[in-house]
């Protein structure tokens, strides 16, 4: 894999566990932000 691709591919998983992280929230989630991290880790999986 390219160190590019490996380096888009790191920041997907990121956004991906912070989606996960608030999805997990029982008091008050943020769906809104669940949503962006979901938009931001497909894009970036995209772009690797």
């Known amino acids: 894999m390219q160190p590019l691709t490996s380096e ?15 999805l997990r929230v029982r008091v008050r989630p943020n769906y809104d ?11 970036k999986y995209l772009k690797g």
């Open 8 to 22: 888009w591919i790191a920041k997907a998983e990121g956004d991906f566990d912070s989606l996960q992280r608030e």
């Open 33 to 43: 932000s669940a949503c962006f991290h979901a938009q931001q880790c497909a894009e």
